[in-house]
């Protein structure tokens, strides 16, 4: 039976590919999840990948997944540098959580260089464009012991 896995995505990623292409690039959301899921599974993780815009949502979103022991990648995008609630609801999953960055967060003007997420965060991927989404994937299967 596959690991759970779930991929968070937080405020304006679904606008990928076209906000800020000097700095997020041209690669859209639903590449990512086609490339990242695509992986996953292939390391015996069963993906439910998600965006929201709202922090409520993914605060339940984060809750489900401590409930069904499912491991985490986050990209919590603007959530990450204030959202003490998703931090908490991040406390409580038991199985890795990544935090994912596109940009590298630390050589970003403030406010975008400390993240708050980081505290509940097994490990942090930043500065790998959209290849941190698969550094994060292979991290997790090795953290399950799920990949070959």
Known sequence: MPHPL????????????????GLYGTTTLAEIEQRTCQLAESLGLACDFRQTNHEGVLVDW????????????????????????????LKLVRKPVVE????NIHQRPAPYTHSLVSQAATGVICGLGPNGYLAAVRAVADLLGASA
């Open 100 to 103: 994912v960055h596109i940009t």
């Open 6 to 21: 779930f991929l968070l995505n937080g405020s304006n990623l679904n606008m990928l590919g076209v906000r800020e292409p």
């Open 62 to 89: 984060i809750q489900e997944a401590a409930t069904r022991e499912a491991a985490v990648i986050i990209n919590p995008a603007g959530f990450s540098f204030g959202c003490v609630p998703v931090l908490d609801a």
